[in-house]
């Protein structure tokens, strides 16, 4: 079984949108379209957050969330205009809207002013929220958009001193350190990201015998040795065995990342694109995640976003439909739909 931890990494962190709220008497039409967004979809959200507004258009969420959709979704004028129509309390801090403006800064190629908008947002969201952590992995992004890999370590650094995403925050950092080739660091941080999901023996000890067939003792022992540090043994697991057309899990993600541990950047970056295209839902989605962060550092905002959506929807997989609804239905047909 692959691990949840890693499968679930930041599949609710980036797009997390599970706590704002809506009228009641639309609820359910705004929880769809907050779920759709969540999953990576934000075209299909769309709709339904605009038949929200429609009905009732002086509750802030769904102005916000619709902005963020329309930023999500590359129409960036859209998003800017639909933040404006966001109106909050005097004194309020703001919500998904001020993340939907950074956003398409990024979009229209201006990352540094996405990043000063988001550094200047951050501050005003309390510590613990989604929106703050989301924020902050957005801040990441438009840092390393702009060519500051000192200020995207530096906002990294603020990822992991929270709970929720220390593990997100290791597993960036060994990217953006390795395009740096800052190899020690980005081995202490192979070795904090395994730590996180390591899978330990009852007595604390590491066992590293493992049987060719068995992929999951196979996870298990590579996950134990990249914690302990034993990169190279680690590295001889994860060499192709014969038979075996491709690894198991997200294991092709683990390779990829101790190949960059060793300074071979573009190798690296060719295994994790290989990654996206082969293996598992919960593989190939943390595969695009971290490609986006790649799309970054190469300036790519658009591609960024496709590769991060196209994570969020294979991760989300399993919290919603596979097809998924476009044309808006009365209302009832989403009596058991919940945000997760």
Known sequence: ???????????????????????????????????????????????????????????????????????????????????????????????????????????DQRPRQAAEHLEATVSQFPEGSCLKQATLQWLVLAYACAGEPDKATDSLQRLAAIDATRLTASLWAVLLLAHQQRLPEVSEQLKNAAAEVVVRAPSGSRAYA?????????????????????????????????????????????????????????????????????????????????????????????AMMASMLAGQRLLGSRHTPAHVVTQLRPEPVWFSDTMK
């Open 210 to 302: 493992f049987a060719e067939q068995d992929a999951q003792e196979l996870y298990d022992t590579t996950l134990a040795l990249l914690a302990d540090g034993e990169f190279d043994k680690a590295r001889s697991l994860l060499e192709l065995p014969k038979g075996r057309p491709v690894l198991p899990y997200d294991l092709p993600v683990w390779r990829a990342l101790t190949i960059a541990a060793t300074g071979r950047w573009r190798q690296a970056r060719s295994e994790l694109d290989a990654a996206c295209q082969a293996g598992s839902p919960g593989c190939r989605g943390v595969a695009n995640h971290l490609l986006s962060v790649v799309y970054a550092l190469e300036c790519r905002p658009e």
């Open 1 to 107: 079984m692959l691990s949840r931890k890693v499968a679930s990494w930041m599949a609710w962190s980036i797009l997390a949108v599970g706590g704002c709220e809506a009228p009641n008497r639309l609820n359910l039409t705004f929880q769809r379209g907050a779920q759709l967004l969540s999953a990576g979809c934000p075209k299909a959200a769309i709709p339904f957050l605009t038949q929200v507004i429609a009905s009732e258009p002086d509750g802030p969420e769904p102005h916000a969330l619709l902005a963020l959709a329309y930023a999500l979704d590359l129409q960036s004028d859209r998003a800017v205009l639909q933040a404006k129509q966001v109106r909050r309390p005097k004194g309020a801090p703001p919500g998904w809207e001020a993340v939907a403006v950074g956003i398409a800064s990024l979009v």
